[in-house]
Every structure is written in C-alpha cells, then in structure tokens.
C-alpha cells in the first residue's frame, strides 16, 4: 500500500488565523480524500481533492473555509481558514490507488484552536 | 451505502480470540464489507475486507454469513497492541466508480491482561 505522510503533525493555532496542511504520497495515486475527526467522535468526509480540478465537498462543508489543492497525483493540502476553537480535530488525508479499491489513511494532523 | 451496527464496547483477554460482531442487513448485492482499526487518534489502519467469501490475512479473519446480512471480525489471538476502535463499513468496490467510506461510531475493544 501506499506510504502517506502529513504536515504538521500537529499545531497550535490562534483563532482568525489559517492553516495549511500537506499530505504527500510515496506513489502516484488516483483518489485523495480529506477527513475532519472532532475530539470523542468518528470520522466525516470533508472533500474528494481531485487533480487540476476544484475539490468536491460534502455537505455542509465549504470551499471558502476548506479550500483544498492537488497539483499533481502524488501531493494534495487543505486549508482551515478563519479558524475557531470549533475547528480543533484531527484533520486525515486518505488515499485509493484506483478508483473504487482499498482506502488507505495517513497519520492525521491534531490541531488545536485557542 | 448500507448502514451498520456495531456493539459500542467489548472486552477481551490477551492471547485470546477476539470476535467483533457487524451487522449490515441492508447491505446490497455490489456492496463489500471493510474492516478498519483506528489506534488511540492515529490514522485509521485497513484490517481486511471481503465481498461473500470468508477471508484471511495477517492481521486477522472476516467471516461473512451466507446471507451476508452480518459479518464478524476474529484477531486470533488479541495483545495489548490491538486495543483500539474497530470500524465496519460497507462500500461499493472495484467497479471504477467513486464510493464513499463512511464512518459509524465503531467498537472499542479493550484488550486485557
């Protein structure tokens, strides 16, 4: 499977300010994904990043306060804009190698908003 | 996607086998049933996954039911290590098309001496 990295792995962040996570794979891959996990609870869909195209977002997530890039198959990076202490998560990057086949999670970035 | 349902805690002594139930009734004829673990905050970790057939890996079994309305996952024999949240998922696989993962709220197994 593909080896996924993230960055940071974690931050300390003022509210009002942004920040941008990155997520690199050791391959090319077809499919990347974004994920919100909220302190206590499971994981939520953020956004599909698809390359050279604007990501697609799930609902009640939007492209102004999680703007997303994939310049290529191999890295991908989202941003949490304007940020609040409701913000604080774990934010994970997931991978599929093809379309529709196994989807494999990076290590996650914890975020902290004071 | 179908729905599933999982205990939301189990307990298990080490070096025994550990059997964590999932029931999807709905789950439909193209639907896969995946197995993920998600280790104290980590990124969740793929365990296995299977269509109708029992299957086998490394990690652990998947034993799916003939009407595959349910299904269980078996770590042969538990350690400490493998406390963690166990998700089961049904997704659409390996027709070339997109298919979400979501996640429900999974099976905490605790693993003890």
């Known amino acids: 499977s593909a080896v996924i990295s993230q960055k940071p792995s974690r931050d300390i962040c003022q509210r009002g300010t942004s920040l941008t996570i990155q997520c690199q794979v050791d391959s090319q891959v077809t499919m990347m994904f974004w994920y919100r996990q909220q302190p206590g609870q499971s994981l939520t869909l953020i956004a599909t990043a698809n390359q050279g195209s604007e990501a697609t977002y799930e609902s009640g997530f939007v492209i102004d306060k999680f703007p997303i890039s994939r310049p290529n198959l191999t890295f991908s990076t989202l941003t949490v804009s304007n940020m609040s202490p409701e913000d604080s998560s774990i934010y994970l990057c997931?991978?599929?190698?093809?379309?529709?086949?196994?989807?494999?999670f990076g290590p996650g970035t914890r975020l902290l908003v004071l | 996607d179908a729905k599933t349902t999982q205990p939301p805690s189990m307990d298990c002594a080490e070096g025994r086998a550990a059997n964590l139930p999932c029931n999807h009734s709905t789950i439909s004829g193209n639907e896969y049933v995946y197995w993920y673990r998600q280790i104290h905050s980590q990124g969740p970790q793929y365990i296995i996954h299977?269509?109708?057939n029992n299957e086998t890996n490394e990690m652990a079994s998947l034993i799916i039911t003939e009407d595959r309305k349910s299904s269980t996952l078996i770590l042969p024999h538990a350690t400490l290590r493998d406390t963690a949240v166990y998700y089961c998922?049904?997704?659409?696989?390996?027709?070339?098309?997109?298919?979400?993962?979501?996640f429900g709220t999974g099976t905490r197994l605790q693993v003890t001496l």
């Open positions: 998922i049904v997704r659409v696989a390996n027709t070339g098309t997109a298919s979400k993962l979501t």
């Open positions: 997931s991978v599929e190698e093809m379309v529709g086949q196994t989807q494999y």
């Open positions: 299977g269509l109708k």
